[in-house]
């Protein structure tokens, strides 16, 4: 049974920290733009813009569409800030191309599939996203699914964003914050008594020039392991497809003449290099899957989560994803001069070349001014570049550093009495250059204000938690140590993979009946990314935040060595 001491002080603690995790087994998905954006080599494809937009036609409705924006109001930057070798992107230019769309197409409706604010840059993550949700407002964002990182602060936290006020730790600045002019969906999550999170319902019917449209929406079943469970505890992600058929019946009944599935899911196109935005090359899962089981009357779906983008025509009817960071927007046709509703649609690229526009201009260059002196603080120096790409073993060079900070501030004389720390890859979100490390670097690093918390395992429930990183046959998520080294072998079998006589904590081999002192982020101790063994855990000691650990770290050891793998592959 779980530690009751540990549980309550794990949701105290919950209340106030994001996860550290994202996209699919604790790791941000992939962006779409790869190979052609990043080199800059010139894409095979091109993708329309708002410069030359078709006329508006009798008759048809424009949903217009986007997804994973994560308070990217400034212009995101390399590779995650291209589409076909284009810059794109920055909220300055989609409120542009969102006015054009809408100015062209004045019978409109302007969905998202969530993953709106968290995992955010700092200019809108030091405010806890209130200014990403005023800009949303702005634009006349109107529904959007909940995506999973919309439970990074809780349910509780989800209900403030929705209604507004002040958070518990006190007003942002600026405009009192009133919430999102905009209504969350979320049909398939439910309490034990099947009621959905506050703030939140299953769907909402829009009447836009005299047709009425339902749209509903849905998250991720796997953001229960994805997100800090003491922040959802008691909540259900149930199967999308099944939530959204539930409910097509009451939205047919209240005169829906079409419906649209936002969806915080999604796959991607197969294949090397950038994918052409509006093609559908193989799409991968769940995307075909969930297209074939949603009940036909719906019209029209739209994807979100993998941050990838793709334009497919499943079983007659359109099924899209429009990327991340407000680089695109789907454009959807909803033509209603037939006997039902029928939908095409095109994505359209959100270029720099086009004017910014003044009043978010404003927004943005308040919150950069407020967020200037934090984010320019010298925190530490490092010597060389630190890189989250993984060594052979899975462990990362930052995230072993990250573990090491952890560690060091909880070392004896602590009263936690660190002996080992573990990192979850899905935590570690940019790289570190080499030289002066600022507050606003490290923040981009870490931007989830997760706690530092240390625990008791025995060591044969390490070894178990390690196997754990396997527990995804398809895909490993191998935790940073610090402390503690080992070997595994990838073709062994389930529950033994790890070398045995091969782990050691400090120099000495592991005594599977002694305690162990495990520091960790409060995510992985209340069993994120679904490292349940953490829950078996006793003796919770709850410290600072994990960005000042890494900042304390940093001032202790100014010449700090780049680190060597601690996992072995065998």
């Known amino acids: 049974m779980r530690n009751r001491t540990l549980l309550t002080a794990l949701a105290l603690t919950a209340s106030a920290a994001l996860v550290a995790s994202c996209g699919t087994s604790g790791n941000e998905a992939a962006p779409s733009s790869s190979a052609a954006a990043s080199s800059g080599a010139k894409a095979s494809f091109t993708v329309p813009g708002t410069d030359d937009l078709p006329a508006a036609k009798p008759g048809q409705v424009h949903l217009l569409a986007f997804n994973d924006f994560h308070g990217n109001l400034q212009p995101p930057s390399g590779s995650t800030g291209k589409i076909g070798g284009k810059d794109a992107g920055g909220a300055v230019y989609f409120a542009t191309a969102l006015q054009r769309l809408k100015k062209q197409y004045p019978d409109n409706l302007t969905v998202a599939a969530g993953d709106l604010v968290s995992a955010s840059p700092l200019v809108s993550a030091l405010f806890r996203d209130e200014p990403t949700i005023k800009f949303l407002n702005s634009v006349g964002l109107q529904a959007s699914s909940v995506g999973n990182h919309e439970f990074d602060h809780g349910t509780i936290e989800l209900e403030r964003l929705q209604k507004g006020g002040c958070a518990p730790q006190g007003c942002e600045p600026g405009d009192p914050f009133t919430g999102a002019a905009y209504q969350y969906l979320a049909a398939n999550v439910t309490n034990t008594q099947g009621q959905l999170p506050p703030g939140t319902v299953p769907w909402k019917m829009f009447e836009v020039a005299g047709k009425k449209i339902g749209v509903i929406g849905t998250v991720t079943p796997e953001t229960a392991t994805i997100v800090a469970p003491e922040g959802v505890r008691g909540y259900t992600f149930g199967d999308e497809a099944e939530a959204i058929n539930k409910y097509v019946p009451e939205i047919e009944a209240a005169g829906a003449q079409a419906i649209i599935a ?150 004896p004389p602590n009263e936690a009495a660190g002996q080992i720390a573990l990192m979850n890859p899905g935590g570690v979100r940019a790289d570190l250059k080499g030289g002066d490390v600022t507050y606003g670097a490290a923040y981009t690093v870490q931007p989830f204000g997760n706690q530092v918390v240390t625990v008791s395992l025995s060591g044969q429930q390490i070894i178990d938690l390690l196997e754990q990183q396997w527990r995804n046959p398809a895909k490993a998520t191998v935790l940073a140590p610090s402390g503690i080294t080992y070997s595994y072998d990838p073709n062994g079998a389930p529950n033994r993979k790890v070398v045995r006589d091969s782990v050691k904590i400090g120099d000495q081999p592991i005594n599977t009946v002694a305690k162990y002192r495990v520091t960790t982020n409060n995510f992985l101790a209340a069993g994120g990314d679904g490292f349940s063994v953490f829950t078996q855990s006793t003796d919770l000691t709850v410290g600072g935040i994990d960005l000042d650990a890494l900042e304390k770290y940093l001032q202790a050891t100014p010449n700090l060595p780049t680190p060597t793998s601690r996992v072995r592959k065998q």
Do not use: W
Request: net charge negative.
């Open 262 to 411: 936002t969806m915080h899911d999604g796959g991607a196109q197969k294949g090397t290099g950038e994918a052409d935005p509006n093609a559908c090359k193989d799409v991968s899962s769940p995307v075909p899957e969930l297209a074939k089981a949603i009940d036909p009357a719906v019209t029209s779906i739209v994807t979100a989560h993998s941050h990838q983008a793709y334009n497919c025509t499943i079983d007659g009817r359109t099924v899209t994803q429009a990327a991340s960071y407000g680089r695109l927007i789907t454009d959807i046709t909803l033509d209603f001069n037939g006997p039902a509703a029928k939908a095409t649609a095109v994505n359209r690229v959100v270029g720099r070349d086009i004017p910014a526009d003044a009043a978010t201009q404003r927004l943005v260059e308040f919150y950069e001014k407020e967020a200037k002196p934090r984010a320019d603080r010298v925190i530490g120096t490092i010597p060389t570049d630190l890189k989250r790409d993984p060594f052979p073993g899975g462990d990362s060079p930052l995230g072993d550093v990250i573990a090491d900070a952890m560690l060091f501030t909880t070392r």
